[in-house]
């Protein structure tokens, strides 16, 4: 009996790993190869498949997402003849799992090799300076190369970053020390901008002002102006309400004299030509006194005559006067 009931147990055991053989369970996002004596078969998608046990073999699983490499800093030789090192992640992704396995022997290794020597190209033809702002014209150009040349591994290239480009030591002091000459010459055109914008603003105050004090001062001369009308107006006005006669314009003709000669700077006397006139009357008033004044008996009949003779002589020697130092 224990002979029957290890071979059973033989059998069991050799079903149960034909089973397991059998069924192939495959995750979601991979695929799987299948060899039959060595030799390509078919290729198991996602899901639950069917395998002949000890006849066909899975040669290799493979991850269908996407996947993220980062590579080692590369020195890369510029134009300019400086040294860079660059670090560089590449965004792949299987899309034929029979071409990865057996057009290539390792995807991987392939794709740095191929970045590399790209990268090496690019920047072969750029400057320094050039490599520095152009990130995105080197990521395009890499990732077009990339893709064209594993296309037929089965590969894309979906993106390519880089993530830090080095340049020597020497470099990296003479660019700290130029953004630094870069950020003193924004700071004293900003601070050139302020005083100009301030001293803009204080001349435009002053203009404000000026033009405000000289309004005030153009409405006070014109109030001034209008007052002193108005009481010359008023004056005349009385004047004529009362008929004054040609004494009292005389009189008033000669208390003005003195204010006229007032100042150092009244040089030279106008006389107006109604001062003849004012004279005139101003001899006939004194000309009617007679002897109670202690006159010389002027007659008025004669004002017309002598006393305007004598009225134009006395006015014409007040013109000829010289001036009052």
Do not use: C
């Amino acid at each position: 009996m224990q002979p029957i009931i290890i071979v059973l147990i033989i059998l069991v055991v050799l079903v149960f790993i034909a089973l397991v053989k059998t069924i192939q369970v495959i995750p979601q996002a991979s695929a799987a190869i299948v060899e039959r004596f060595g030799r390509y078969t078919r290729t198991l998608n996602a899901g639950l498949n069917i395998v002949v046990p000890f006849i066909d073999s899975i040669r290799n699983r493979i991850d269908l997402r996407e996947q993220v490499v980062p590579f080692p800093p590369q020195p890369v030789i510029t134009q300019d003849n400086l040294v860079v090192n660059i670090d560089t992640v590449i965004y792949y992704q299987v899309t034929d799992a029979r071409a990865a396995t057996y057009e290539v022997a390792s995807y991987i290794q392939a794709i740095e090799q191929l970045t590399v020597t790209t990268l090496r190209n690019i920047i072969g033809g750029m400057d320094l300076e050039r490599t520095l702002t152009s990130r995105e014209e080197i990521n395009a150009a890499l990732r077009g190369v990339l893709d064209e040349a594993t296309g037929k591994w089965g590969i894309r290239v979906n993106r390519v970053e880089l993530k830090a480009i080095e340049p020597p030591t020497s470099i990296q002091d003479s660019m700290e020390k130029q953004m630094r000459a870069d950020r003193d010459k924004r700071a004293a055109i900003l601070q050139a901008e302020g005083v100009r914008q301030s001293e803009i603003l204080r001349a435009e105050g002053e203009k404000q002002s000026s033009i405000l004090r000289a309004e005030g001062d153009a409405k006070a001369a014109a109030l001034r102006a209008e007052g002193e009308a108005q009481a010359i107006r008023t004056v005349f006005e009385s004047i004529h309400a009362g008929d004054a006669d040609q004494k009292l314009l005389a009189y008033q003709y000669l208390q003005m004299l003195p204010k006229i000669a007032e100042g150092d700077a009244n040089k030279l006397w106008i006389v107006p030509s109604e001062i003849g006139d004012a004279l005139k009357g101003l001899s006939g008033a004194m000309g009617n006194f007679g002897p109670m004044g202690g006159g010389s008996g002027f007659n008025p009949a004669n004002a017309g005559k002598d006393g305007a003779s004598a009225a134009d002589k006395a006015a014409a020697d007040r013109r000829e006067q010289p001036p009052i130092d």
